[in-house]
Antibody, heavy 117, light 109 residues
Framework: EVQLVESGGGLVQPGGSLRLSCAASGFTVSSNYMSWVRQAPGKGLEWVSVIYSGGSTYYADSVKGRFTISRHNSKNTLYLQMNSLRAEDTAVYYC???????????WGKGTTVTVSS | EIVLTQSPATLSLSPGERATLSCRASQSVSSYLAWYQQKPGQAPRLLIYDASNRATGIPARFSGSGSGTDFTLTISSLEPEDFAVYYCQQRSNWPPGYTFGQGTKLEIK
């Protein structure tokens, strides 16, 4: 069964750091297009970052320079390193897999990040 | 940056009725347009990709059309489980990245 399970969310102070993980099963992370998408409380979906199967990475302007997407092939896991966190980064963070570029056809259940003092 | 604008913001219909949701892009996205459904407390679910292709397991009452800047998601006859929020999403080559529309809430009338 194809599955994604996020972890690593929690409460962090403004300016702090957090690393999210997304463990995949039933498919190979490095062979697909892996994304992070977030949703602030009561708001819509916001794309955060994507790593292509070839290794190229792209970011939304709102997180560029602060967040880093990566993957660990042998652990079949996707990561999102989040630095210099701000209150506006508070959201549910979903990881998602796309078999082709541009789509997200398998989603995890999400992990909640709260940035507050 | 490409902006996606969805309309209407809220659509009130009854089961059995036809739903038509719109998504307009600020510049051409070719056919790189997807639609997702999200129910409260759940992750989004892919419905349509490349403007008109149904994802695996999606019922035939869901269909997508359009290309360039104007796209439509149609639900031919609403079932009770279809009431949810719908998002369109595009992939751009430059600047590279994805964008979501702000969503359309489909509610029971």
């Amino acid at each position: 069964e194809v599955q994604l399970v996020e972890s690593g969310g929690g409460l962090v102070q403004p300016g702090g750091s957090l690393r999210l993980s997304c463990a995949a099963s039933g498919f190979t992370v490095s062979s697909n297009y892996m994304s992070w998408v977030r949703q602030a409380p009561g708001k819509g979906l916001e794309w955060v970052s994507v790593i292509y199967s070839g290794g190229s990475t792209y970011y939304a302007d709102s997180v560029k320079g602060r967040f880093t997407i990566s993957r660990h092939n042998s652990k079949n896991t996707l990561y999102l390193q989040m630095n210099s966190l701000r209150a506006e980064d508070t959201a549910v963070y979903y990881c998602a897999m796309g078999r082709i570029a541009g789509i997200m056809d398998v989603w995890g259940k999400g992990t909640t990040v709260t940035v507050s003092s | 940056e490409i902006v996606l604008t969805q309309s209407p913001a809220t659509l009130s219909l009854s089961p059995g009725e036809r739903a038509t949701l719109s998504c307009r892009a600020s510049q051409s996205v070719s056919s790189y347009l997807a639609w997702y459904q999200q129910k409260p407390g759940q992750a989004p679910r892919l419905l349509i990709y490349d403007a008109s292709n149904r994802a695996t397991g999606i019922p035939a009452r869901f269909s997508g059309s359009g290309s360039g800047t104007d796209f439509t998601l149609t639900i031919s006859s609403l079932e009770p489980e279809d009431f949810a929020v719908y998002y369109c999403q595009q992939r751009s080559n430059w600047p590279p990245g994805y964008t979501f529309g702000q969503g359309t809430k489909l509610e029971i009338k």
